[in-house]
């Protein structure tokens, strides 16, 4: 048992502060440990989100220490817990009360994208290596500290013109899914707003399913788009060969 | 009119969106009906995610000697008999269907390494065959995605952090149901024709438990209320291996997958002790000697050679969850764990540490960052967990149809698949299964009604006040403390191992506890209060309490999940029969009905195959000893 | 509740660290190139040719340093390669300069209007690889040494020519292995190869390209690594030649 300081922003999106809190914490405890405590002994209606506690379903995202990451994972004792800890909602999203923000506006992103189309005449058999790719992005929790961290959204606030690399991720395993049929590549250029994104890898480090975002899922996509759109010899090529 | 309080309509309303819930609104929305979906989180977060090991299916992609009807015959013994058998037919016959589908809809699976590219399956305990579909160790999360993509996609409305408080009726018809937003506190009413329950499992009432805040047992709570009868209610899963330290983490699950990949068990004498375990049902499955398990476990793991070629049997690690649970528990009350209360479960002698990390990397990472434990070198310490309740609302093995006209259930929250005892990875392929079914029936019954009812406004009115009675009761005792008594009752009292008198005393404490929860206070306002939520769910945890230990008493013999220190051996009579919990108009009313059996010639064809044994059948019944 | 000016952070590392650092070494790097590219001299010493100097193409009607002719392929190539995009527009733009950091830009248009010729990288990619083959050549050269010796002005004297290697020579091949490394890391090349394909076990040809692939995939999964070496390496091979040719240091024949 010991005691540490923690600084917890309370309120709404209309109003709120930080508080302080002291609180008694055993060995092994992580940061959402540290809450439900908070919540069991001092303050009940303190509003945060989690489910598993095991990293599994990317409910308890928040900005501890300046930091996105998920509560549940983060172990007080890898924080300098001789200073206070400080634990915010996520910046990029309106916030509804305390830890918890309003993150509906993924749910619409999301719904925008064209569904799992696979071919016709698809046969239904492939190796393991033409999918390891996608079931790398298959992983994402759905967490959203990458569209959290994602200067982009967070600083720019692009949200009305940019999907986020949560759903380049998306984007990228339907794309590359060995039967998959549909083409989202006007989409990704256009109404996703690919060319937004400037490769600096912020949502790549922040990921707790530690998918490589940036070089795996994103840049491949700037690849094909580019194939389509930008490089005259393939645009050519194309053109006299009539192919996609 | 009912204008006071925010309405919907709906022709199909399901509650719960986990892989039941969203397959059922699948079905039903496919039908070109009105659909909405309702759930306590996030669309996505649902416990379903955590599903690890796999999905269970005779495809028979790896081992052709798969079929459905050892699938049937494999959840039978393992549920002891207890099961509903129609149940098991249904979903032995349809699971692979299931699966196949899912993939058609965009799920990943992993595949097989025999160049022809079909869907890989893995060992879980008491499956005959290899049987377990699977992506990694995350096949609930993969499973969940994809259900969930197809769903948005196609239409169905989908109302997030609600949480449902009552389901209202007209008659002995269900007609919609009442309760309010998380976010804001506000009350909501949704009108529907048919009603589709798929709130998932009642972990929370256990203080070591693997699942999530979610799993209150809502769903059976409020089909209890309503009504509806609940069945095998003593039948709750204890997972053999969760995690026992730190403490903060005491119950989170680890994957059978461990012990599928070659993990074993030791006590602290170093003896692998799970060969003196092996109930009579399992002695010819299972290996008797050690050398013949590491036999079996070189030849057919790490050379991964075909097992019909291997004439050794299985390591008894990958016997079903209940007998590896009370080996592990007897283990650990003789005084032969370890440190922390757990018992031994080592990877790291048996496979590479690039294997390891390669077959089970939510594990690796698991310890490493919640334990500081690092399972390519040391053993994990385990302990049994609280995992899933194998009772639930009593449904029609074919509709999913429960005792209330236009309630339906399915997952976690009915009864009847998996009798005494669940096998790992049945579990989701009942979702699908009888998920599909549940959202077929009630929208085959919402098509027969016309017209949404009228709601009393004084029922809604009343209800509206019950819930918000936290924040009007004078300052007491905040619902924390509560929950957590409540835990430690049930642990105590109606936990692994159960005996009468302890029951009758959990019972009485229940009690206690009940009045307890009349006064119970919070602070704040409506908006976002977990303190509030925690106060309106243990309502349904108590009733499910309650229901448990009484279904418990009743049961006088030991079956699967139920061991009952004073009965231990299977009883004749108690075979034949399931325990249903009902309301009654003063206190919850228990009595016992005939279980539907194996029709004869089914029964007589699955012997002559040597799928079934007709002398384990027999031990099963009670009719010839066991132990 | 967000403050996004310049450096806000709640953030209690030394999160500057890193971009002030690559700010740095970056500035250093390219003062040091620009000097050399426009010195127009000391780039070569007996067999040896500095890489940044190759190939060495000298026309009579240019009367600037040759440098300034073929270095604009390694410019434009690192320029627009996705790793060093990164690193320039965190340390220089600060767009960001550090996660979950606020930035001095409030307008922000990303890679869409002034930075689409970032999509044209392939075609550096193209000449990049052309310039490895005379990097080749220039190492092949590096081999030979004249029978008669080097004259003290550096030169090589007249007369046959003999297989040898100095210390020079084992710099710059190792300036050409790590360029390798870092240039059939790129992603465009990963891409074309491989990463364009949905299916790789769909026919002998995809199995084929599906093995590059992934060979080129475990390059670029340390792209980053091999883009700082290869540009430290290059800078170094580049310092031995001049202070060689300087007269400063003397190069050691081993073979
Ligand atoms: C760690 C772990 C691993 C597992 N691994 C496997 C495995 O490998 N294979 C396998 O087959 N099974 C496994 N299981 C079991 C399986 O995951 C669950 O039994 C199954 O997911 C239950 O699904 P469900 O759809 O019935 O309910 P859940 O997924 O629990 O969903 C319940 C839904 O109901 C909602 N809900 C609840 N109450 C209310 C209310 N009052 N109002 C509105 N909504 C409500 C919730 O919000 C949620 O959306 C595992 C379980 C755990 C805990
Ligand atoms: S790499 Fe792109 S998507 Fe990722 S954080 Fe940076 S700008 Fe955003
Ligand atoms: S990609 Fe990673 S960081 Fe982004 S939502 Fe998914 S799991 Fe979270
Ligand atoms: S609670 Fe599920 S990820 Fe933290
Ligand atoms: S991406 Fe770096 S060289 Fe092409």
Same mark, same amino acid.
């Given at each position: 048992?010991?005691?540490?300081?923690?600084?917890?922003?309370?309120?709404?999106?209309?109003?709120?502060?930080?508080?302080?809190?002291?609180?008694?914490?055993?060995?092994?405890?992580?940061?959402?440990?540290?809450?439900?405590?908070?919540?069991?002994?001092?303050?009940?209606?303190?509003?945060?989100?989690?489910?598993?506690?095991?990293?599994?379903?990317?409910?308890?995202?928040?900005?501890?220490?300046?930091?996105?990451?998920?509560?549940?994972?983060?172990?007080?004792?890898?924080?300098?817990?001789?200073?206070?800890?400080?634990?915010?909602?996520?910046?990029?999203?309106?916030?509804?009360?305390?830890?918890?923000?309003?993150?509906?506006?993924?749910?619409?992103?999301?719904?925008?994208?064209?569904?799992?189309?696979?071919?016709?005449?698809?046969?239904?058999?492939?190796?393991?290596?033409?999918?390891?790719?996608?079931?790398?992005?298959?992983?994402?929790?759905?967490?959203?500290?990458?569209?959290?961290?994602?200067?982009?959204?967070?600083?720019?606030?692009?949200?009305?013109? *940019?999907?986020?690399?949560?759903?380049?991720?998306?984007?990228?395993?339907?794309?590359?899914?060995?039967?998959?049929?549909?083409?989202?590549?006007?989409?990704?250029?256009?109404?996703?707003?690919?060319? *937004?994104?400037?490769?600096?890898?912020?949502?790549?480090?922040?990921?707790?399913?530690?998918?490589? +975002?940036?070089?795996?899922? +994103?840049?491949?996509?700037?690849?094909?788009?580019?194939?389509?759109?930008?490089?005259?010899?393939?645009?050519?090529?194309?053109?006299?060969?009539?192919?996609? | 009119?009912?204008? /006071? !309080?925010?309405?919907?309509?709906?022709? #199909?309303?399901?509650?719960?969106?986990?892989?039941?819930?969203?397959?059922?609104?699948?079905?039903?929305?496919?039908?070109?009906?009105?659909?909405?979906?309702?759930?306590?989180?996030?669309?996505?977060?649902? &416990?379903?995610?955590?599903?690890?090991?796999?999905?269970?299916?005779?495809?028979?992609?790896?081992?052709?000697?798969?079929?459905?009807?050892?699938?049937?015959?494999?959840?039978?013994?393992?549920?002891?008999?207890?099961?509903?058998?129609?149940?098991?037919?249904?979903?032995?016959?349809?699971?692979?269907?299931?699966?196949?589908?899912?993939?058609?809809?965009?799920?990943?699976?992993?595949?097989?390494?025999?160049?022809?590219?079909?869907?890989?399956?893995?060992?879980?305990?008491?499956?005959?065959?290899?049987?377990?579909?699977?992506?990694?160790?995350?096949?609930?999360?993969?499973?969940?995605?994809?259900?969930?993509?197809?769903? #948005? &996609?196609?239409?169905?409305?989908?109302?997030?952090?609600?949480?449902?408080?009552?389901?209202?009726?007209?008659?002995?018809?269900?007609?919609?149901?009442?309760?309010?937003?998380?976010?804001?506190?506000?009350?909501?009413?949704?009108?529907?024709?048919?009603?589709?329950?798929?709130?998932?499992?009642?972990?929370?009432?256990?203080? #070591?438990?693997?699942?999530?805040?979610?799993?209150?047992?809502?769903?059976?709570?409020?089909?209890?209320?309503?009504?509806?009868?609940?069945?095998?209610?003593?039948?709750?899963?204890? &997972?053999?291996?969760?995690?026992?330290?730190?403490?903060?983490?005491?119950?989170? %699950?680890?994957?059978?997958?461990?012990?599928?990949?070659?993990?074993?068990?030791?006590?602290?004498?170093?003896?692998?002790?799970?060969?003196? !375990?092996?109930?009579? /049902?399992?002695?010819?499955?299972?290996?008797?000697?050690?050398?013949?398990?590491?036999?079996?476990?070189?030849?057919?793991?790490?050379?991964?050679?075909?097992?019909?070629?291997?004439?050794?049997?299985?390591?008894?690690?990958?016997?079903?969850?209940?007998?590896?649970?009370?080996?592990?528990?007897?283990?650990?009350?003789?005084?032969?764990?370890?440190?922390?209360?757990?018992? &031994?479960?080592?990877?790291?002698?048996?496979?590479?540490?690039?294997?390891?990390?390669? /077959?089970?990397?939510?594990?690796?990472?698991?310890?490493?960052?919640?334990?500081?434990?690092?399972?390519?070198?040391?053993?994990?310490?385990?302990?049994?967990?609280?995992?899933?309740?194998?009772?639930?609302?009593?449904?029609?093995?074919?509709?999913?149809?429960?005792?209330?006209?236009?309630?339906?259930?399915?997952?976690?929250?009915?009864?009847?698949?998996?009798?005494?005892?669940? $096998?790992?990875?049945?579990?989701?392929?009942?979702?699908?299964?009888?998920?599909?079914?549940?959202?077929?029936?009630?929208?085959? !019954?919402?098509?027969?009604?016309?017209?949404?009812?009228?709601?009393?406004?004084?029922?809604?009115?009343?209800?509206?006040?019950?819930?918000?009675?936290?924040?009007?009761?004078?300052?007491?005792?905040?619902?924390?403390?509560?929950?957590?008594?409540?835990?430690?009752?049930?642990?105590?009292?109606?936990?692994?191992?159960?005996?009468?008198?302890?029951?009758?005393?959990?019972?009485?404490?229940?009690?206690?506890?009940?009045?307890?929860?009349?006064? #119970?206070?919070?602070?704040?306002?409506?908006?976002?209060?977990?303190?509030?939520?925690?106060?309106?769910?243990?309502?349904? $945890? %108590?009733?499910?309490?309650?229901?448990?230990?009484?279904?418990?008493?009743?049961?006088?013999?030991?079956?699967?999940?139920?061991?009952?220190?004073?009965?231990?051996?299977?009883?004749?009579?108690?075979?034949?029969?399931?325990?249903?919990?009902?309301?009654?108009?003063?206190?919850?009313?228990?009595?016992?009905?005939?279980?539907?059996?194996?029709?004869?010639?089914?029964?007589?064809?699955?012997?002559? /195959?040597?799928?079934?044994?007709?002398?384990?059948?027999?031990?099963?019944?009670?009719?010839?000893?066991?132990? | 509740?967000?403050?996004?000016?310049?450096?806000?952070?709640?953030?209690?590392?030394?999160?500057?660290?890193?971009?002030?650092?690559?700010?740095?070494?970056?500035?250093?790097?390219?003062?040091?190139?620009?000097?050399?590219?426009?010195?127009?001299?000391?780039?070569?010493?007996?067999?040896?040719?500095?890489?940044?100097?190759?190939?060495?193409?000298?026309?009579?009607?240019?009367?600037?340093?040759?440098?300034?002719?073929?270095?604009?392929?390694?410019?434009?190539?690192?320029?627009?390669?996705?790793?060093?995009?990164?690193?320039?527009?965190?340390?220089? =733009?600060?767009?960001?300069?550090?996660?979950?950091?606020?930035?001095?830009?409030?307008?922000?248009?990303?890679?869409?209007?002034?930075? @689409?010729?970032?999509?044209?990288?392939?075609?550096? @990619?193209?000449?990049?690889?052309?310039?490895?083959?005379? =990097?080749?050549?220039?190492?092949?050269?590096?081999?030979?040494?004249?029978?008669?010796?080097?004259?003290?002005?550096?030169?090589?004297?007249?007369?046959?020519?003999?297989?040898?290697?100095?210390?020079?020579?084992?710099?710059?091949?190792?300036?050409?292995?790590?360029?390798?490394?870092?240039?059939?890391?790129?992603?465009?090349?990963?891409?074309?190869?491989?990463?364009?394909?949905?299916?790789?076990?769909?026919?002998?040809?995809?199995?084929?390209?599906?093995?590059?692939?992934?060979?080129?995939?475990?390059?670029?999964?340390?792209?980053?690594?091999?883009?700082?070496?290869?540009?430290?390496?290059?800078?170094?091979?580049?310092?031995?030649?001049?202070?060689?040719?300087?007269?400063?240091?003397?190069?050691?024949?081993?073979?």
């Amino acid at each position: 048992m010991r005691s540490i300081r923690l600084k917890i922003f309370r309120g709404t999106s209309n109003s709120g502060e930080f508080k302080e809190y002291t609180l008694e914490v055993e060995e092994g405890m992580v940061v959402l440990d540290a809450i439900h405590r908070l919540q069991a002994t001092q303050s009940p209606d303190l509003a945060c989100r989690w489910n598993c506690k095991a990293g599994k379903c990317g409910s308890c995202s928040a900005e501890i220490n300046g930091k996105p990451r998920l509560m549940c994972m983060t172990r007080l004792n890898d924080l300098p817990v001789n200073k206070t800890i400080t634990i915010a909602p996520l910046q990029t999203f309106p916030i509804m009360k305390d830890l918890a923000t309003d993150v509906s506006w993924n749910y619409q992103v999301n719904k925008k994208i064209t569904p799992f189309t696979p071919k016709s005449n698809a046969e239904w058999h492939w190796e393991q290596k033409d999918i390891d790719r996608i079931q790398e992005f298959r992983k994402c929790i759905e967490c959203f500290l990458c569209q959290d961290v994602c200067h982009v959204l967070r600083v720019h606030q692009k949200h009305s013109v *940019y999907a986020g690399p949560r759903f380049f991720v998306r984007m990228a395993a339907l794309e590359m899914h060995p039967i998959d049929s549909a083409d989202r590549l006007p989409f990704l250029k256009t109404d996703a707003g690919l060319g *937004y994104c400037n490769i600096t890898k912020c949502c790549t480090q922040v990921c707790p399913e530690s998918i490589a +975002i940036t070089d795996n899922a +994103i840049i491949p996509l700037k690849e094909r788009v580019v194939d389509r759109f930008y490089d005259p010899i393939f645009i050519l090529f194309r053109k006299l060969f009539k192919k996609k | 009119m009912d204008a /006071k !309080y925010t309405t919907h309509e709906f022709d #199909v309303l399901v509650i719960g969106a986990g892989g039941a819930g969203l397959r059922a609104a699948i079905e039903a929305s496919a039908n070109g009906l009105k659909v909405a979906l309702v759930c306590k989180s996030l669309l996505g977060k649902a &416990h379903t995610v955590m599903a690890e090991g796999g999905i269970a299916a005779a495809l028979g992609t790896v081992d052709s000697r798969d079929t459905w009807q050892q699938h049937f015959a494999d959840t039978m013994i393992g549920g002891n008999l207890a099961n509903h058998w129609q149940m098991a037919q249904i979903h032995a016959l349809e699971a692979p269907d299931r699966v196949r589908e899912l993939e058609k809809w965009g799920a990943v699976f992993d595949r097989t390494t025999d160049g022809k590219g079909n869907i890989n399956v893995r060992h879980f305990g008491g499956h005959t065959y290899k049987r377990l579909a699977h992506v990694g160790d995350r096949t609930g999360l993969e499973l969940l995605r994809t259900l969930q993509d197809r769903g #948005v &996609h196609q239409g169905i409305e989908v109302f997030m952090e609600c949480t449902v408080y009552s389901l209202l009726k007209k008659e002995n018809r269900v007609v919609g149901a009442f309760g309010y937003f998380r976010e804001t506190g506000s009350p909501v009413l949704f009108k529907a024709k048919s009603i589709v329950l798929a709130t998932g499992g009642i972990g929370k009432l256990y203080r #070591v438990s693997s699942n999530s805040w979610e799993c209150t047992g809502d769903g059976f709570a409020l089909g209890y209320l309503a009504g509806a009868e609940l069945a095998d209610m003593e039948y709750v899963q204890f &997972h053999p291996t969760g995690m026992v330290w730190p403490p903060s983490v005491r119950g989170l %699950l680890i994957t059978e997958g461990v012990r599928g990949e070659g993990g074993v068990f030791r006590n602290n004498l170093g003896k692998r002790f799970m060969f003196d !375990y092996i109930p009579p /049902k399992y002695k010819d499955k299972y290996a008797s000697t050690e050398e013949e398990a590491n036999t079996w476990f070189q030849k057919v793991i790490v050379e991964g050679r075909k097992e019909e070629t291997v004439k050794e049997r299985k390591p008894p690690e990958l016997m079903s969850r209940d007998v590896v649970a009370r080996a592990l528990w007897t283990e650990i009350e003789q005084g032969r764990g370890f440190e922390h209360g757990g018992i &031994h479960l080592d990877i790291a002698t048996r496979r590479s540490a690039e294997d390891i990390k390669k /077959k089970l990397p939510s594990m690796y990472h698991q310890f490493k960052q919640l334990a500081d434990v690092d399972i390519t070198k040391v053993p994990m310490e385990v302990g049994p967990t609280c995992h899933y309740m194998m009772g639930g609302i009593k449904v029609d093995p074919e509709t999913q149809g429960s005792t209330i006209d236009g309630l339906f259930a399915a997952g976690e929250c009915s009864a009847g698949m998996h009798g005494s005892n669940r $096998l790992g990875g049945n579990s989701l392929s009942d979702l699908l299964v009888f998920g599909r079914r549940a959202g077929l029936s009630a929208a085959e !019954y919402s098509k027969k009604i016309k017209t949404f009812e009228q709601i009393d406004e004084s029922e809604l009115d009343q209800l509206n006040h019950e819930m918000n009675r936290p924040f009007e009761n004078p300052k007491g005792e905040n619902a924390y403390a509560i929950l957590s008594d409540l835990q430690q009752v049930m642990e105590k009292g109606a936990g692994m191992y159960r005996e009468e008198k302890g029951m009758m005393n959990c019972l009485k404490e229940l009690d206690q506890i009940k009045k307890r929860l009349e006064k #119970v206070s919070t602070e704040g306002n409506r908006m976002f209060n977990p303190g509030w939520h925690t106060a309106l769910d243990l309502r349904n $945890l %108590l009733i499910v309490g309650e229901a448990i230990t009484r279904a418990a008493l009743i049961r006088r013999e030991s079956r699967g999940a139920h061991t009952r220190i004073d009965f231990l051996n299977y009883s004749e009579s108690f075979s034949k029969t399931r325990v249903i919990v009902k309301k009654s108009a003063q206190e919850m009313q228990v009595s016992s009905e005939n279980l539907s059996q194996i029709p004869k010639d089914f029964e007589a064809e699955l012997i002559a /195959k040597n799928i079934l044994n007709e002398v384990v059948l027999n031990q099963l019944r009670g009719k010839i000893a066991a132990h | 509740m967000s403050n996004n000016s310049l450096g806000a952070t709640a953030r209690r590392d030394l999160w500057w660290l890193e971009p002030a650092g690559t700010f740095a070494v970056l500035v250093l790097f390219i003062a040091y190139a620009a000097w050399v590219g426009l010195s127009g001299t000391h780039y070569e010493w007996g067999p040896y040719l500095s890489p940044f100097y190759s190939p060495l193409f000298k026309p009579t009607w240019w009367p600037f340093s040759p440098a300034i002719l073929v270095l604009i392929v390694p410019l434009g190539f690192r320029t627009t390669c996705y790793f060093y995009r990164r690193v320039y527009y965190r340390a220089f =733009f600060m767009d960001p300069p550090a996660c979950a950091v606020g930035e001095a830009r409030k307008h922000y248009e990303g890679e869409t209007k002034l930075l @689409v010729f970032q999509n044209f990288h392939r075609f550096f @990619v193209y000449l990049a690889v052309v310039f490895l083959v005379f =990097f080749v050549i220039d190492d092949i050269h590096a081999m030979m040494w004249p029978i008669n010796g080097i004259l003290p002005n550096g030169q090589m004297a007249p007369g046959p020519k003999t297989f040898g290697i100095g210390l020079g020579t084992i710099i710059m091949v190792l300036d050409l292995i790590f360029l390798s490394f870092y240039t059939f890391g790129c992603h465009f090349l990963r891409h074309l190869v491989g990463g364009s394909l949905d299916c790789f076990s769909c026919s002998k040809t995809k199995e084929t390209r599906h093995g590059i692939w992934k060979i080129i995939s475990k390059l670029n999964e340390h792209h980053m690594a091999w883009g700082w070496i290869s540009l430290g390496w290059v800078t170094f091979t580049d310092l031995y030649i001049r202070l060689c040719s300087m007269g400063i240091i003397h190069d050691v024949r081993i073979f």
